[in-house]
């Protein structure tokens, strides 16, 4: 009696989950060879929105200043960035932002944090 019960579970959630994908916008990754080139080719209005986007992600600091940027001049209502950077170097944050009916997202380098900076230890003693 408990088979039929977990199959009928398991099948509730598939189709679910089958739904929540379907209401999601497309996603488009950035970070990928050529999507900024289909981009351009296919819908050029959308390409310089995006394209002034990634600029100021580029070169902002993902606060409340930056989301009123891309509210007011972009008309981007969502923004999204993680807190933490990505090990690399240059330093990268993972960030994603809806242009109309898609969302786009990419690893976007922190320019500002790119310099190293060497600060002596101090002494506890």
């Known amino acids: 009696m408990?088979?039929?019960a977990l199959f009928l579970a398991l099948a509730t959630c598939g189709a679910a989950?089958?739904?929540d994908l379907a209401a999601r916008p497309p996603t488009v990754d950035l970070d990928q060879p050529?999507?900024?080139d289909v981009l351009r080719e296919t819908n050029p209005g959308?390409?310089?929105k995006v394209l002034r986007a990634v600029d100021a992600l580029q070169s902002e600091t993902c606060d409340e200043k930056l989301a009123r940027f891309f509210r007011v001049q972009l008309e981007i209502p969502d923004l999204s960035c993680t807190a933490l950077l990505l090990t690399s170097y240059?330093?990268?944050?993972h960030i994603m932002f809806s242009v109309e009916d898609t969302?786009?997202?990419m690893n976007a380098v922190q320019y500002k944090l790119a310099e190293p900076a060497f600060i002596p230890a101090r002494d506890v003693r």
């Open 90 to 93: 240059p330093p990268k944050k």
């Open 103 to 105: 969302a786009y997202v």
């Open 2 to 4: 408990r088979i039929p």
């Open 46 to 48: 959308r390409y310089e």
């Open 17 to 19: 989950s089958a739904a």
């Open 34 to 36: 050529g999507a900024l």
